[in-house]
């Protein structure tokens, strides 16, 4: 059985549409990111990590969002160039999308009902939000912006050896 977040379909920076679905059987950390943030160069731990665990079955999703101090104002293509010239970002990034409001993207509206933040709030806070997904398609654990990907990494490889 697929869980919620399987349900989605997303669209990719190049236009190209992905049902999740496609990802049973793999561990998912989700991010909500942005080429002019503090939080910008977790973008090398997240390829890092994409790097090392995507041969186990990890993958990296980056979901681009303006919704933050005007943090991200590039075109999709903008946007793919940065992450891939500045910090050699191989792993998908979706067209920009909004996370918060009543246009959030609908992955996200589950995201955040089946992982709330602090105090039960449903809201995304910042940039570099994180989302862990298992295999089954659940959402395991949301990080704060703060937390570096190094810091998931524990998490990450009890998700891959999790039945």
């Known amino acids: 059985m697929t869980g919620t977040v399987h349900k989605h379909s997303i669209t990719l920076n190049n236009g190209q549409k992905v049902d999740l679905s ?3 059987g793999k561990v998912i950390l989700i991010v909500n990111t942005a080429s002019k943030c ?3 160069p977790q973008y090398d731990g997240l390829e890092k990590l994409y790097q090392e665990y995507g041969d186990q079955g ?7 969002c303006d919704q933050f101090g005007h943090q991200e104002p590039g075109d999709n293509e903008e946007i793919a160039q940065f992450c891939s010239m500045k910090f050699n ?3 998908p990034l979706s067209k920009k999308i909004e996370v918060n409001g009543e246009n959030a993207d609908p992955l996200y509206q589950t995201l955040t009902a089946e992982a709330p933040g602090l105090l039960g709030s449903k809201r995304i806070k910042w940039n570099f939000t994180k989302f862990l997904v298992n295999k089954q398609g659940e959402v395991i654990q949301r990080y704060a912006p703060t937390t570096k990907p190094k810091e998931i990494e524990i998490d990450i490889k009890s998700a891959l050896l999790a039945e």
Do not use: D
């Not at 990890?58 to 681009?64: A, D, E, K, Q, R």
């Open 22 to 24: 496609e990802y049973v």
């Open 89 to 91: 970002v191989t792993f």
């Open 58 to 64: 990890l993958v990296v999703l980056g979901f681009p």
């Open 38 to 40: 503090g939080f910008t």
